[in-house]
């Protein structure tokens, strides 16, 4: 197994994925989650 570190390098999964790398995904995909509920409540 093998993840991204926050500098886009794979590591082997020895690496530990903390809370501080994923902030930015997890916030962009409860953005892109509310943008299309509320496009889709107003078509």
Do not use: R
């Not at 995904?25 to 409540?41: R, S």
Request: charged fraction near 25%; hydrophobic fraction near 40%; avoid cysteine.
């Amino acid at each position: 197994m093998f993840v991204v570190n926050n500098n886009g390098v794979l590591e082997n999964d020895k690496s530990k994925i903390t809370g501080k790398i994923l902030d930015a995904d997890v916030n962009k995909i409860t953005e892109q989650g509310v943008d299309f509920i509320l496009h889709t409540m107003y078509m």
